[in-house]
């Protein structure tokens, strides 16, 4: 069982959008998958609750509650974790213990991008997370790539200690889907095709290492 870890202390970044396109790619591959909404809000929940009648249907576990870990069937093979805004290293530590991967999303803006420092020194200070043990990368979202804005935040982005490990483009695509409870890994189209590939850089991240 692999857990997937998607976290950024500010609202509005994709984090739900990644954690449960995350889950619906592992779905769809044939993999038993659970996604921990660790949110209040509760986006993630629902996003499982709209995608129950599925073939690869996605189990919803409440990540709020510290016990979250004992409702994990035990044929589990991915975990995706959907967490709120606002959390640092300590309100993630029980998280950041036991994940495989953490996926950190940001947005090309000068707001985003100081606050996305704030939260990569916060988590930094996670002994697994400093020795490596912890894997982190960094997913720039909703980007229009032809524009400056864009180009520079991922320039800033590629100077980080961590890695820029994929580039998300910026779609209404997401917005619909997400809303019905699916994912863009769930259809075939052409141009669907060009905005899955924009995923097999942060896939191939997280496989690498099994």
């Not at 790619?25 to 993999?31: K, N, S, T």
């Not at 800033?156 to 809303?179: C, M």
Request: glycine share 8%; aromatic share 6%; net charge positive.
């Amino acid at each position: 069982m692999k857990t997937w870890l998607v976290a950024c202390s500010k609202g509005g970044v994709g984090k739900t959008t990644i954690a449960t396109h995350l889950a619906a790619e592992a779905a769809v591959g044939g993999l038993r998958t659970a996604l921990v909404d660790a949110d209040p809000q509760g986006s993630a929940t629902r996003w499982c609750e709209r995608r129950a009648g599925m073939a690869s249907a996605v189990l919803p576990v409440d990540g709020t509650r510290k016990s979250w870990r004992k409702h994990l069937p035990d044929d589990t093979q991915r975990v995706v974790v959907d967490t709120p805004a606002g959390a640092m290293e300590r309100e993630l530590e029980p998280f950041l213990d036991v994940a495989d991967a953490l996926v950190v999303p940001v947005q090309p803006s000068a707001l985003d991008i100081e606050a996305a420092v704030r939260f990569l020194e916060s988590v930094g200070r996670h002994p697994r997370v400093r020795k490596g043990k912890l894997r982190l990368g960094l997913v720039g979202n909703r980007l229009k790539p032809h524009t400056n804005a864009s180009q520079q935040a991922m320039e800033v982005l590629r100077s980080w200690p961590f890695p820029l490990v994929a580039q998300l483009r910026d779609s209404q695509a997401y917005v619909v889907l997400t809303g019905l409870g699916k994912s863009l890994f769930d259809y075939h189209s052409a141009q669907v095709r060009e905005h899955q590939a924009d995923w097999e850089p942060l896939l191939h991240w997280l496989d690498k290492r099994g």
